[in-house]
């Protein structure tokens, strides 16, 4: 694992000030106290004053005093110097005599309660950084929290070559850590299977990894049925039996990004015991993920669905307007005859079809036969048209996915149980007579009960 991971750029800009420093730190930092003002006036020269203030609020700022003072941002120096009474320019003639400038730093650092890194202060950082490798592997990330670290511990900030050398160790014994916990869960059994993950297959020349990688692109049943046959692969191989909990979260999020996005050849190239992990993490957020989508596929593709049902039963009362007016228009002449009192009973049907010809009488009942709706009507039957598509992947979902529910009594897992049941057997069989109703509402009960009594294997 490569030691240096700074630039010349990144050495640069760690070693002196940052260019702007915000007004809430210069607050926060900055601000000279009548205790700092007692320790600096003991110096008589002004350069000397603000030289040593500028070290003191860099020290308790950064954790660091910057060799070269004068970069400091002009917005920081104006701000000490109006607090010295001193002309910011007079910064330029201290620091001509190092031993002046290292005498300072000393006497900052007592002020302070600062002091340097002992080899058992190094021992200690080293312990800490590899519990925070096993949490963020980013090199930069590493470094920032052993600054922040040493800062809060008065611990003044050694040589960025120094912590570089203490961040590649860290990594290297998080990874060999990692490796170490998943030990027990990637036996020498399952070598082979992982690795075969990164070979391409004779018929599709494609990696299983990238197949598990390819994302649904629409909520079709194609693309629902290709989800649930990943699922099913992982499921398979008992992922969802990999217990990861000896890892940080982090740290297995971090590793399942690898797998998400490494190049094949990379992974390939890789030591087992980098790759190993990378997959291992891969595939258990991949068995989450695609079992999320699934769900969500499925969900999408029956709103869909009904959605149009509904739309369809729109269409359909606009269509049936102006013939439900037409049939109106007969019951009204109808009802007149009927409550007529004036009509002598034995009359009423000669009346009737004098108003109203038995012929047209005949075609508006046979039309209305068609257009009777249920009372709760909700399109049920409409959405009943998809049944040829849903059964390309509902029976897959159910079958694949595990169910639970939040209470023994809840009525949708019996019912669910029915229709795996139905699924698996070799033949079409009817829906037994005993199968769970309770979760049926009453707008679906005219179209699940048959006119034989059965229940309709459809709805």
Known sequence: MPIGFLTAADRTRLNGFPEQIPHEDLSAFFLLSD???????????????????????????????????????????EYVAQQLGVVPQ???????????RTTDFQQV???????????????????????????????????????????REHIVR????????????????????????????????????????????????????NWL???????????????????????????????????????VKWLAQLGWKAPTPQLQ??????????????????????????????DQCLWEYHSAAQKELKELRQTLARSTNEKLRLFRELGQVLLDTAIDDA?????????????????AIEET???????????????????????????????????HAHGPDNPVLPAVEVLRALDRAPTRRPVPTEAPMALVTDAWRPYIREQDGTISRRY
């Open 35 to 77: 205790a700092d003002h007692e320790v600096i006036n003991q110096h008589r020269e002004a350069h000397t004053r603000l030289g040593f203030a500028l070290q003191l609020c860099a020290l308790r700022y950064l954790g660091f005093a910057p060799d070269e003072l004068q970069t400091a941002p002009s917005v920081a120096v």
């Open 90 to 100: 007079a910064l330029a003639a201290y620091g001509a005599r190092r031993p002046t």
């Open 109 to 151: 650092q007592i002020y302070l309660h600062f002091r340097l890194a002992t080899p058992l202060d190094f021992y200690a950082l080293q312990t800490w950084l590899s519990e925070r490798a096993l949490e963020h592997d980013k090199p930069t990330l590493l470094l920032q929290l052993a600054c922040d670290k040493l800062r």
């Open 158 to 209: 050694p040589g960025l070559t120094r912590l570089e050398r203490l961040i590649a160790t860290a990594r290297q014994q998080g990874h060999d850590e990692t490796w170490r916990r998943l030990t027990p869960l990637v036996t020498a059994d399952q070598h082979p299977w992982l690795d075969s993950l990164l070979q391409p297959e004779a018929q599709t020349g494609r990696t299983p990894l």
């Open 213 to 251: 990688r390819r994302e649904a692109t629409a909520h079709t049943a194609t693309q629902i049925v290709e989800t649930l046959q990943k699922v099913a692969f992982l499921l398979e191989a008992q992922v969802d039996t990999w217990d990861l909990a000896g890892l940080n979260p982090n740290r």
């Open 269 to 298: 190239r890789m030591d087992p015991q980098r790759r190993y992990p990378i997959l291992v993490a891969f595939l258990q957020q991949a068995l989450l993920h695609h079992t999320d989508v699934a769900v969500e596929l499925y």
């Open 347 to 363: 009359a009423v049907r000669a009346v009737s079809f004098a108003r109203v010809p038995e012929a047209v009488l005949r075609t």
């Open 369 to 403: 036969a068609g257009v009777i709706r249920p009372r709760q009507d909700d399109a049920i039957d409409f959405f009943g048209t998809r049944y040829s598509t849903i059964r390309q992947f509902a029976p897959a979902f159910l079958q694949t996915l595990t169910l």
